[in-house]
């Protein structure tokens, strides 16, 4: 058996899996949250690749393993591998919270609860009878879109780079009556309010297709990714007009203190961990 967790420790073991994940800021954020309630937890970051997390989760658990976070790109096999989900996780298709019970794996996904609450309260960008993008079909967009539904947009516009994905996806919401259509990759159109990149282009540095004239001076675009300057689709967003850029920084550590606060019955403070975190990523740490 190939082995991924090499820290010993009597301490609750908690993780964070996905390829890349030497980026991972979990361990800091969820250390933080601990010391709220005088918590003391062992949190590491390791690399999984797809295809491999079933083994890792089995070895995991083997090593009394409580809680595991699931990053890109391995949400809908974290999702696959659930014998329980919650309802956000099962409207998804995609796990980004384990668990494990006597009877199995159990799943939720905490990344639409924490944009949702990144954009509208720490931000203060209403989403209600707005015009939405949603750039990505994968596993970080199908996790986002339940709770942009719930805010109670005017309609969701999905773009990806495979229509048919994109397509599938609308589907299965339009089916439930849900204001979502697709805009094909590339395409033209008119002036969104909010654009939300969904897509791991940031992370090789590279920007998705899209075109400025769904830019105007009032749209708020918003990269599910971060970094310690402004990533590529910010960048762009700024120079195209757009009203206001933010990066996914504080929608990482509202999805996790929603996670901490399942495996721990805790509600933690998220401001104090979101500014601590800003400061150092500036400083390089």
Same mark, same amino acid.
């Given at each position: 058996?190939?082995?991924?967790?090499?820290?010993? &420790?009597?301490?609750?073991?908690?993780?964070?899996?996905?390829?890349?994940?030497?980026? &991972?800021?979990?361990?800091?954020?969820?250390?933080?949250?601990?010391?709220?309630?005088?918590?003391? +937890?062992?949190?590491?970051?390791?690399?999984? @690749?797809?295809?491999?997390?079933?083994?890792?989760?089995?070895?995991?658990?083997?090593?009394?393993?409580?809680?595991?976070?699931?990053?890109?790109?391995?949400?809908?096999?974290?999702?696959?591998?659930?014998?329980?989900?919650?309802?956000?996780? &099962?409207?998804?298709?995609?796990?980004?919270?384990?668990?494990?019970?006597?009877?199995?794996?159990?799943?939720?996904?905490?990344?639409?609860?924490?944009?949702?609450?990144?954009? =509208?309260?720490?931000?203060?960008?209403?989403?209600?009878?707005?015009?939405?993008?949603? +750039?990505?079909?994968?596993?970080?967009?199908?996790?986002?879109?339940?709770?942009?539904?719930?805010?109670?947009?005017?309609?969701?516009?999905?773009?990806? @780079?495979?229509?048919?994905?994109?397509?599938?996806?609308?589907? =299965?919401?339009?089916?439930?009556?849900?204001?979502?259509?697709?805009?094909?990759?590339?395409?033209?159109?008119?002036?969104?309010?909010?654009?939300?990149?969904?897509?791991?282009?940031?992370?090789?540095?590279?920007?998705?297709?899209?075109?400025?004239?769904?830019?105007?001076?009032?749209?708020?675009?918003?990269?599910?990714?971060?970094?310690?300057?402004?990533?590529?689709?910010? =960048?762009?967003?700024?120079?195209?007009?757009?009203?206001?850029?933010?990066?996914?920084?504080?929608?990482?550590?509202?999805?996790?203190?929603?996670?901490?606060?399942?495996?721990?019955? @805790?509600?933690?403070?998220?401001?104090?961990?979101?500014?601590? +975190?800003?400061?150092?990523?500036?400083?390089?740490?």
């Amino acid at each position: 058996m190939r082995h991924w967790f090499t820290t010993e &420790s009597d301490l609750p073991r908690f993780c964070v899996v996905g390829s890349p994940i030497t980026h &991972s800021r979990s361990p800091f954020i969820h250390a933080a949250f601990g010391a709220q309630f005088g918590i003391e +937890l062992l949190y590491e970051k390791v690399e999984v @690749r797809p295809g491999d997390l079933a083994g890792a989760v089995q070895e995991f658990v083997a090593l009394g393993g409580r809680g595991m976070n699931v990053t890109v790109p391995l949400k809908e096999e974290a999702f696959a591998l659930a014998v329980a989900t919650a309802p956000r996780a &099962s409207r998804a298709g995609a796990a980004n919270t384990l668990w494990f019970e006597a009877d199995g794996v159990h799943a939720d996904n905490t990344d639409g609860v924490g944009l949702v609450r990144d954009l =509208t309260v720490n931000h203060q960008v209403p989403l209600r009878d707005r015009r939405v993008l949603l +750039l990505g079909a994968g596993g970080a967009s199908r996790g986002v879109l339940p709770a942009l539904l719930e805010a109670q947009p005017a309609c969701v516009l999905i773009s990806n @780079r495979s229509g048919e994905r994109a397509q599938a996806l609308a589907e =299965t919401w339009q089916a439930a009556g849900a204001p979502v259509d697709v805009l094909p990759w590339g395409a033209t159109g008119a002036p969104c309010d909010v654009v939300v990149n969904g897509t791991a282009a940031s992370l090789a540095g590279q920007l998705p297709l899209v075109d400025v004239s769904l830019l105007g001076p009032h749209t708020v675009c918003y990269d599910m990714m971060y970094a310690a300057s402004p990533t590529a689709f910010m =960048t762009w967003a700024a120079a195209n007009g757009a009203a206001r850029v933010l990066d996914g920084l504080g929608m990482l550590v509202e999805q996790a203190a929603e996670a901490f606060s399942r495996w721990h019955a @805790r509600e933690p403070r998220t401001a104090a961990v979101i500014a601590e +975190l800003r400061q150092r990523l500036a400083a390089g740490l």
